[in-house]
């Protein structure tokens, strides 16, 4: 929910995909003056839902912000990028994923913002594979006069019904990273699929929805949005397939609508007695509010959920970010 009672500050999101950082950062008073993505999908479902947003469809490697003035000295950079490969014994700097990260540290020396937020995977953080990239990247802030910080969150710390952990860099001007303090977990216990999910669930009078959300009795594991170039949607690899699983969920596919009066249920069969989730529960499961919208077919919807990084989490980083930043003189 946004907080109304907050001053607006500015953001510039790089790579903004289906908007889940973008939301979450506007909850937390940051609004974003462009937002770029090379896929027109995404583009189509930020327009979708924030018609009054500037959105760019192009690629942050092509993006010169002498040609956005309106990007200089904004708030906040934002950027969640695409995943490196957190498989590889080493980090190449030729890797897709490797030359965006770099090319939005070195917006930095066009926007000058006054904070910057990246969020990939875990392994970025820590991992002796991308020790080089980290140098990189602390050289680069070293020399624009900013000081920066790592650390991994997971989302079902943060009220996400998901198993999912967010490798995350922040950086600020001058001494202001001392103020910034990580967020912390939520009090209240992670939500469950069962709980997440038991009323969509129920929503086409299902009979059996309250005995499989009763079962469903932890959170899910970490949603993959896949390849854009092949394949077809379901919920990830086989570990994650097992997992679901057992929570009498079939992993392979995604639903076009929730079980009807008549779907038979027997969880003692294989996928033919397992419910398969929806679009929209996946976005739930990914902390996106009930009216957010997907363009685009199915597989295309789901990838961008899969991909998107959970609002809650980008809200609560906002909050974080925000709190440390000096007042404008």
């Given at each position: ?7 607006r500050l500015s953001c510039l999101a790089v790579c903004a995909g289906a908007g889940g950082l973008a939301l979450g950062l506007e909850q937390a008073g940051f609004d974003p003056v462009l937002l770029l993505d090379n896929r027109p999908v995404a583009c189509e479902t930020l327009r979708l839902n924030r018609p009054r947003w500037n959105v760019l469809e192009t690629d942050v490697l092509d993006f010169d912000p002498v040609d956005h003035q309106v990007t200089y000295d904004v708030d906040l950079l934002a950027a ?250």
């Amino acid at each position: 929910m946004e907080d109304s009672r907050l001053e607006r500050l500015s953001c510039l999101a790089v790579c903004a995909g289906a908007g889940g950082l973008a939301l979450g950062l506007e909850q937390a008073g940051f609004d974003p003056v462009l937002l770029l993505d090379n896929r027109p999908v995404a583009c189509e479902t930020l327009r979708l839902n924030r018609p009054r947003w500037n959105v760019l469809e192009t690629d942050v490697l092509d993006f010169d912000p002498v040609d956005h003035q309106v990007t200089y000295d904004v708030d906040l950079l934002a950027a969640g990028l695409p995943r490196v490969k957190a498989g590889a014994a080493v980090a190449r700097v030729d890797d897709e994923e490797i030359r965006v990260l770099a090319a939005t540290i070195m917006l930095m020396h066009g926007v000058r913002p006054r904070a910057l937020l990246v969020e990939n995977v875990p392994d970025l953080v820590s991992k002796p594979a991308f020790e080089p990239v980290r140098a990189y990247i602390a050289a680069e802030l070293q020399h624009l006069g900013y000081r920066h910080h790592w650390f991994v969150l997971n989302a079902m710390d943060h009220g996400v019904p998901q198993d999912r952990k967010q490798g995350i860099l922040v950086a600020l001007k001058g001494d202001a990273i001392e103020d910034f303090v990580v967020p912390t977990p939520d009090a209240k216990p992670p939500v469950t699929v069962g709980e997440a999910l038991g009323a969509s669930m129920a929503s086409r009078g299902w009979p059996h929805a309250a005995a499989w959300a009763a079962q469903a009795d932890r959170v899910a594991p970490t949603l993959v949005g896949g390849s854009w170039n092949r394949g077809g949607a379901d919920l990830g690899p086989t570990g994650s397939k097992r997992s679901w699983a057992r929570m009498r969920v079939n992993g392979g596919t995604v639903a076009d609508e929730p079980p009807g009066p008549d779907f038979p249920w027997e969880p003692s069969l294989d996928v033919k007695g397992m419910v398969s989730l929806t679009v929209e529960q996946a976005a739930r499961l990914q902390g996106f509010p009930g009216d957010w919208r997907f363009a685009g077919r199915k597989t295309a919807r789901y990838r961008q959920i899969g991909h998107a990084s959970p609002p809650p989490v980008g809200r609560a980083l906002g909050l974080a970010i925000r709190a440390a930043l000096p007042a404008r003189a």
